[in-house]
């Protein structure tokens, strides 16, 4: 009898969905055949779907339950009532003796496995028509969490098979067809793993954001994970690169992003609730839940995991704080990106903006508009007025009904893996998670407009704003022999490119990552101990506070930036750029202007090659270096490619040469190529020499323009005059071409000119240009230009 009820999770898999559910059959799944990788699941048992329905007719329930649902499809409005009144049943009913012997019985044997008395155990729905690829019922019914002895026990089964009728489990199953008495609900019961004493959370083995598959997002907190499910906190967030996971050499961390985690869910020891939600001690919250090592387990495991089932996986994971074990708690396919079709691109432009409002993590890449409702509770659905946009602290299931009419939405809490991020990218609205304060600067009836379209980052907007949609279509692109690479600088935006056929990256802009995400000068974190001024000093503390090294949060950020980037095309060429500010921009950063001298020109002062080498910045510039051997050697990304910007002599790139050297950086060592804009008259002149110092040239148009026909290119007056198609510029830019390949150097071109005029492309080809670099919104009309500029030379 005892194996008619329950079956121990290490003798399921599979295909024991039927059995045991798509949840238990995956844990056992994972337990029989990727023991060896190293991946660890927690014992337990799960009950079968014969003692769900045996418990259903020992209560007579089958009959009952059918005539409720009937009145439900005669009236949808009845719902509160019908659910409640089914839920109220399973509450009054017992089990069948036979059915609590062996649940009972299991559970001496598991405290047996594990040496203690009573043990504490997680009880967890698993319905037999969940985690399917076409359907997922993830979060429709329910997980209690620190159970303990035989009649919690008992009592939290009865509520899982409660929750197989819950209004949210009731509606989705009506939605999507499923008949309510052809589904099964089993139990999993497994060994609790303490993560109330260390943290928990949630990771997928593909981008959730861009649908890029080489990458595993992970989401950490502390304490149990429903935290990070229920979007209760905002949780640090790593991604890592998955080619180079198997180079034990690497360590392939392509982000970190340390969450404010200020709340965590613990077992409660004098409540009658199993668990409780404590404040985190101020001291806990800067610092990540996960080390290095720690990240790159559960990367792995995702990925054996993924490679196992053959499909981008959702994954749970916990971590035992009594033993420092990771543990695997859940695995289920990843229901959206996998299923999204690469063959079309959907991009969304910002034309005009109203008065920028509030910030948080961008969910999905699309803008929407709409008026802001704002609501406290789910049961306040009758307020919500179609297309607003739905403005509360967070979501759990119960509000599905209503996101499914928004436009968008808000929340103040969660990250990418919270109830409201995952949901709305099932339903493809845009939505902007853990902004803190959005139900507080927010009102109702207030216009906004909620853009995803500006990487990692979502903004939200005063008013409705001008913008426009466009559908890419992949396969129309033609191939050509002129190489189109991109001009990126967000790293985030950069992974949302990745279905392009592009070439690499032609393009990528430091000063970006530096000035949008580190947002401090690098010589203040240089002379940090020197500095005078009070609240720079606290601005810095607060962006660095988990660094005891300040110069270490500039090299680390910098590099999981370029990283990022550099992750989206390997292991096509990723041009980098090295910084390129001007003495103005620089004075901008935190701490800057103790640094910057005022300069009556800075387009033509000191920037570029020629910071590198002088004692005002030197150190900042090592710290450049220091990032990019960091994300060349350390992360593993070897096709990342130096830049050098406005370099104005053969005797200045001598001396930028050396200090590269001097910080690990040789030309030809480790495969390390170095680049040098041409930008200046003089890099064409010139143009031999420095192709003996450098791999390469990349043609800055806009600067050579400026510079060629003296016209300052961010004058209104001049701009009639600013024309890159003149023909002294298209002189420089085809000798330049000619003499590099003389050396047989590469050479291409970064700006917007060939997307603008056909004629101009139609110019580089003829001119036998290596590639052509354009921004991402660009390149399918760069190609069919270039297409067709090739098809007109033969």
């Keep these: 009898m005892a194996e008619q009820y329950v079956r121990w999770l290490e003798n399921l898999g599979s295909h024991d969905v039927s059995l045991v559910g798509g949840k238990n059959a995956s844990l056992g799944e994972m337990i029989q055949h990727l023991r060896e990788t190293g991946i660890r699941v927690p014992e337990g048992f799960a009950t079968t779907a014969q003692a769900y329905w045996d418990f259903l007719e020992a209560n007579h329930l089958k009959e009952r339950i059918s005539q409720q649902l009937e009145e439900l499809r005669k009236d949808r409005q009845k719902l509160a009532k019908v659910g409640k009144t089914i839920r109220e049943w399973f509450y009054e009913?017992?089990?069948?003796?036979?059915?609590?012997?062996?649940?009972?019985?299991?559970?001496?044997?598991?405290?047996?496995?594990?040496?203690?008395?009573?043990?504490?155990?997680?009880?967890?729905?698993?319905?037999?028509?969940?985690?399917?690829?076409?359907?997922?019922?993830?979060?429709?019914?329910?997980?209690?969490?620190?159970?303990?002895?035989?009649?919690?026990?008992?009592?939290?089964?009865?509520?899982?098979?409660?929750?197989?009728?819950?209004?949210?489990?009731?509606?989705?199953?009506?939605?999507?067809?499923?008949?309510?008495?052809?589904?099964?609900?089993?139990?999993?019961?497994?060994?609790?793993?303490?993560?109330?004493?260390?943290?928990?959370?949630?990771?997928?083995?593909?981008?959730?954001?861009?649908?890029?598959?080489?990458?595993?997002?992970?989401?950490?907190?502390?304490?149990?994970?429903?935290?990070?499910?229920?979007?209760?906190?905002?949780?640090?967030?790593?991604?890592?690169?998955?080619?180079?996971?198997?180079?034990?050499?690497?360590?392939?961390?392509?982000?970190?992003?340390?969450?404010?985690?200020?709340?965590?869910?613990?077992?409660?020891?004098?409540?009658?609730?199993?668990?409780?939600?404590l404040d985190t001690p101020v001291e806990e919250r800067p610092y990540p839940v996960l080390q290095d090592?720690?990240?790159?387990?559960?990367?792995?495991?995702?990925?054996?995991?993924?490679?196992?089932?053959?499909?981008?996986?959702?994954?749970?994971?916990?971590?035992?704080?009594?033993?420092?074990?990771?543990?695997?708690?859940?695995?289920?396919?990843?229901?959206?990106?996998?299923?999204?079709?690469?063959?079309?691109?959907?991009?969304?432009?910002?034309?005009?903006?109203?008065?920028?409002?509030?910030?948080?993590?961008?969910?999905?890449?699309?803008?929407?508009?709409?008026?802001?409702?704002?609501?406290?509770?789910?049961?306040?659905?009758?307020?919500?007025?179609?297309?607003?946009?739905?403005?509360?602290?967070?979501?759990?299931?119960?509000?599905?009904?209503?996101?499914?009419?928004?436009?968008?939405?808000?929340?103040?809490?969660?990250?990418?893996?919270?109830?409201?991020?995952?949901?709305?990218?099932?339903?493809?609205?845009?939505?902007?998670?853990?902004?803190?304060?959005?139900?507080?600067?927010?009102?109702?009836?207030?216009?906004?407009?909620?853009?995803?379209?500006?990487?990692?980052?979502?903004?939200?907007?005063?008013?409705?704003?001008?913008?426009?949609?466009?559908?890419?279509?992949?396969?129309?692109?033609?191939?050509?022999?002129?190489?189109?690479?991109?001009?990126?600088?967000?790293?985030?935006?950069?992974?949302?490119?990745?279905?392009?056929?592009?070439?690499?990256?032609?393009?990528?802009?430091?000063?970006?990552?530096?000035?949008?995400?580190?947002?401090?000068?690098?010589?203040?974190?240089?002379?940090w101990n020197e500095l005078k001024d009070q609240e720079v000093r606290q601005k810095i503390d607060e962006l660095t506070a988990t660094w005891e090294d300040k110069t270490q949060y500039f090299v680390d950020t910098l590099a999981h930036g370029i990283a990022q980037i550099a992750a989206s095309q390997y292991p096509k060429p990723v041009i980098v750029r090295m910084s390129d500010f001007k003495t103005n921009e620089y004075a901008e950063l935190i701490g800057g202007r103790a640094f910057e001298p005022k300069e009556p020109n800075p387009m033509l002062g000191w920037r570029g090659a020629s910071r590198y080498y002088n004692e005002g910045y030197r150190e900042g510039f090592a710290l450049e270096c220091r990032a990019i051997r960091k994300a060349r050697e350390e992360i593993g990304l070897d096709n990342i490619i130096m830049m050098i910007p406005f370099c104005r002599t053969p005797a200045e790139a001598d001396k930028v040469l050396e200090v590269l050297s001097e910080n690990g950086l040789t030309r030809g060592e480790q495969g390390l190529q170095i680049y040098v804009m041409c930008e200046i008259p003089s890099n064409v002149i010139l143009g031999r020499q420095f192709a003996d110092r450098f791999d390469g040239f990349s043609i800055g148009s806009n600067d050579l323009t400026q510079l060629v026909l003296g016209v300052d290119r961010d004058s209104n007056r001049l701009a009639p005059l600013f024309n890159e198609q003149d023909e002294a510029v298209k002189e420089m830019i085809a000798t330049v071409i000619r003499y590099a390949h003389e050396k047989q150097r590469k050479v291409g071109l970064c700006g917007q000119a060939p997307s603008d005029y056909p004629e101009f492309a139609r110019f580089l080809v003829e001119a036998n240009i290596d590639s052509i670099s354009v921004n991402p919104d660009s390149f399918v009309d760069v190609k069919q230009q270039i297409a067709a500029a090739e098809a007109k030379k033969g």
């Excluded at 792995?300 to 996986?313: F, K, L, Q, S, V």
């Excluded at 902004?435 to 980052?457: F, P, R, Y």
């Excluded at 990552?513 to 690098?522: G, L």
Aim: glycine share 8%.
């Design 293 to 527: 090592e720690e990240i790159l387990t559960l990367a792995r495991w995702a990925a054996a995991i993924e490679d196992h089932y053959g499909h981008p996986m959702d994954i749970e994971w916990a971590k035992d704080g009594l033993t420092n074990e990771l543990f695997i708690v859940q695995a289920r396919p990843e229901t959206v990106q996998s299923r999204k079709k690469t063959s079309l691109l959907k991009t969304y432009t910002l034309k005009q903006k109203g008065k920028h409002l509030l910030s948080g993590l961008s969910i999905g890449s699309a803008i929407a508009a709409g008026k802001v409702c704002k609501l406290r509770s789910a049961s306040e659905i009758d307020r919500f007025e179609e297309n607003a946009v739905l403005v509360t602290e967070m979501t759990d299931p119960d509000w599905v009904p209503i996101m499914k009419r928004a436009a968008a939405i808000v929340t103040d809490h969660g990250g990418r893996t919270s109830h409201a991020a995952i949901v709305s990218r099932e339903l493809g609205l845009p939505a902007i998670v853990g902004t803190g304060k959005g139900t507080e600067i927010l009102q109702d009836g207030q216009e906004i407009t909620v853009s995803c379209a500006e990487g990692d980052e979502g903004f939200i907007y005063e008013g409705i704003a001008d913008y426009e949609a466009q559908d890419l279509s992949l396969e129309e692109i033609p191939k050509t022999r002129t190489q189109v690479m991109l001009n990126l600088a967000h790293p985030a935006g950069a992974l949302r490119w990745w279905p392009l056929p592009s070439d690499g990256v032609g393009l990528a802009r430091m000063e970006f990552i530096i000035n949008n995400i580190i947002k401090i000068h690098p010589m203040a974190l240089v002379k």
């Design 93 to 277: 009913s017992d089990f069948p003796p036979s059915l609590t012997e062996a649940i009972t019985q299991a559970y001496g044997q598991l405290a047996d496995q594990i040496d203690r008395q009573n043990p504490d155990v997680a009880v967890r729905s698993s319905a037999t028509a969940e985690d399917l690829p076409e359907a997922s019922f993830a979060g429709q019914q329910e997980t209690f969490l620190n159970i303990s002895g035989e009649e919690s026990l008992i009592d939290a089964c009865r509520r899982c098979f409660a929750s197989l009728f819950t209004d949210r489990a009731i509606i989705y199953r009506e939605n999507h067809g499923f008949d309510h008495l052809k589904v099964a609900l089993s139990i999993g019961v497994q060994r609790m793993v303490r993560s109330d004493q260390a943290g928990a959370g949630v990771m997928f083995s593909i981008d959730t954001e861009t649908g890029f598959p080489d990458a595993v997002l992970i989401n950490a907190a502390w304490g149990l994970g429903e935290s990070v499910v229920q979007g209760i906190v905002d949780p640090d967030e790593y991604m890592v690169f998955k080619p180079l996971l198997k180079n034990q050499s690497y360590c392939p961390i392509i982000k970190k992003k340390i969450g404010k985690k200020a709340q965590k869910i613990v077992y409660a020891s004098e409540s009658k609730e199993p668990t409780q939600i």
